[in-house]
T-cell receptor, first 113, second 112 residues
């Protein structure tokens, strides 16, 4: 039979506004965290990463914040564009990128023109 | 910019048949992975491969699954006798040492 998919959290943001996507990770031993973007029918695309010895990292229009105390990760996207519409997954790992990634449930971001 | 590539993009097979999914990782990468994503669900780890051997595998990766690096460029996932529940997107990923894993576009496997 057909599997029932998870109901993804959704976030709708007006084009040009900022968006914040949150993620709770599970393993306090994780030392490396990544945000991936997945467009329909495509593979996860790397956006930004952060190691556990940092609490903030900035990229082009994106910022990742890490709060190890509460095991929380967030992705901020500035000045959102229609092309930002996608599902965003956080992933955690230990051993700094080697070995398996454990993915979160994902958040569907929709940019309203 | 180098990319992970996967073939085929879509594979349809009958239950009980064998399938081989193919991947070409990024050329200077040393670690290789297979993940799968059932429709509407999150991405799940299957197996990691380094130095020509499996370094870790999940509970999903049972005796019906195998991986191989038959030459210097390809990395394959074989499912010996497919089941309906194997229907999913299968993603290959690769990375260098202590670096981000980069994903391919995926193969959609449909088991009828």
């Amino acid at each position: 039979g057909e599997s029932v998919g998870l109901h993804l959290p959704t976030l709708s943001v007006q084009e040009g506004d900022n968006s914040i996507i949150n993620c709770a990770y599970s393993n306090s031993a994780s030392d490396y965290f990544i945000w991936y973007k997945q467009e329909s029918g495509k593979g996860p695309q790397f956006i930004i990463d952060i190691r556990s010895n940092m609490d903030k990292r900035q990229g082009q229009r994106v910022t990742v914040l890490l709060n190890k105390t509460v095991k929380h990760l967030s992705l901020q996207i500035a000045a959102t564009q229609p092309g930002d519409s996608a599902v965003y997954f956080c992933a955690e790992n230990f051993n700094f990128g080697n070995e398996k990634l454990t993915f979160g449930t994902g958040t569907r971001l929709t940019i309203i023109p | 910019e180098p990319e992970v590539t996967q073939t085929p993009s879509h594979q349809v097979t009958q239950m009980g048949q064998e399938v081989i999914l193919r991947c070409v990782p990024i050329s200077n990468h040393l670690y290789f992975y297979w993940y799968r994503q059932i429709l509407g669900q999150k991405v799940e780890f299957l197996v990691s491969f380094y130095n020509n051997e499996i370094s870790e595998k999940s509970e999903i990766f049972d005796d019906q699954f195998s991986v191989e690096r038959p030459d210097g460029s390809n990395f394959t996932l074989k499912i010996r006798s497919t089941k309906l529940e194997d229907s999913a997107m299968y993603f290959c990923a690769s990375n260098r040492v202590t670096d981000t894993q980069y994903f391919g576009p995926g193969t959609r496997l449909t088991v009828l």
